[in-house]
């Protein structure tokens, strides 16, 4: 298992900067955030494991040309231009290639793809216009018109999250999804804060342990498919209650991104319950994704979180080899 950190490579960032500041809190390497469509020709590929590809989390609408709802959100043609990288489903599609590609040029083992759909107005009333399965079976067709922009050696982890598409993970829609995508290399992207976001009953780091470890165990085989993990702690649902149905005036990307920061904390665990989580879904890499409370690398949060994971660890034999390792 390779221990990992969310980073979006800068303009002043050197090879020697990144593998330093990963040396130093005993990663193995970044998941880089690559959101563009080109080539930045920026340092860090040494230490790339994985990436971040772009997220649109307002889509459907505009796939199956819903005009009257994906005008709502978008009611100019430089607005659309702007989100999608073009007018039509087509040019997005070759925005979403570009991303690709530009992805693969920093030779990673694996990217990220979001599995999820939800118009601005949905985050707050949770009333939504497409089921788990109708998301999913976009996403899969989608996938199909572009996957062949990546090379077939890197994996494509598609990862969860509180809004209709993943979402909770459960069984039948993940085995759903998947014989919909009909193999290749492909596999989950366990986040677990997305995933706790989805229990707004969730009171402590324990609760939050139990119910995704419980997710994880009535996955039965299909638990195999979850390689890559997103770790923090989001611990959120007395805001989900009072927010609901509580539609700001005027929803401004201000508004929106504090409203979804409040519900998707990404803060750091503090207890064995990170162990416990990592534990029961084994995968091959885990992000360290969290934030901080001013800029910079929250290395003080992925301190107390690793230190967590090692609290459960040495606790369990199954992973005291991992630990002895990892403190060389």
């Not at 221990?3 to 800068?10: A, I, K, R």
């Not at 998947?178 to 609760?207: A, C, Q, W, Y």
């Not at 409370?293 to 979180?305: A, L």
Request: aromatic share 10%; net charge negative.
């Amino acid at each position: 298992m390779k221990q990992l950190m969310s980073y979006y490579v800068m303009d002043d960032d050197t090879d020697e900067k990144i593998r330093e500041m990963t040396d130093n809190l005993g990663l193995d390497g970044i998941e880089s955030l690559v959101y563009g469509t080109k080539s930045r020709d920026l340092p860090g590929k040494e230490s790339t494991i994985g990436c971040h590809l772009n997220y649109w989390p307002d889509w459907m609408n505009f796939w199956l040309g819903k005009r009257e709802l994906f005008e709502e959100e978008f009611p100019t043609r430089d607005s659309l231009i702007s989100y999608y990288g073009g007018e039509t489903p087509e040019e997005w599609l070759e925005t979403i290639r570009g991303n690709l590609r530009a992805a693969a040029r920093e030779e990673p083992k694996y990217v990220v793809w979001h599995v999820a759909d939800c118009m601005a107005r949905e985050a707050w009333t949770g009333k939504f216009h497409y089921t788990d399965k109708e998301v999913l079976f976009e996403t899969a067709r989608i996938y199909s018109l572009v996957k062949n922009a990546l090379p077939s050696n890197v994996t494509v982890l598609f990862e969860n999250i509180f809004w209709p598409g993943l979402n909770a993970l459960s069984p039948e829609n993940v085995d759903y999804f998947f014989s919909l995508l009909g193999g290749g290399n492909v596999g989950l992207l366990l986040d677990t804060g997305h995933l706790m976001n989805t229990n707004p009953d969730i009171r402590d780091e324990k609760d939050g342990a139990d119910y995704v470890t419980k997710v994880i165990k009535n996955l039965g085989s299909m638990k195999d498919l979850i390689l890559g993990m997103h770790l923090s702690c989001s611990i959120s649902g007395e805001y989900r209650k009072r927010a609901a149905g509580n539609i700001p005036a005027e929803i401004t990307p201000e508004v929106i991104s504090r409203h979804i920061s409040s519900i998707d904390r990404h803060e750091p665990f503090r207890t064995e319950a990170a162990a416990r989580i990592v534990e029961a879904a084994e995968p091959s890499y885990v992000t360290h994704e969290l934030f901080c409370k001013g800029p910079g690398i929250p290395e003080e949060e992925i301190k107390i979180q690793m230190n967590a994971m090692k609290k459960g660890y040495n606790s369990c034999n199954r992973f005291s080899l991992f630990v002895a390792y990892r403190e060389k």
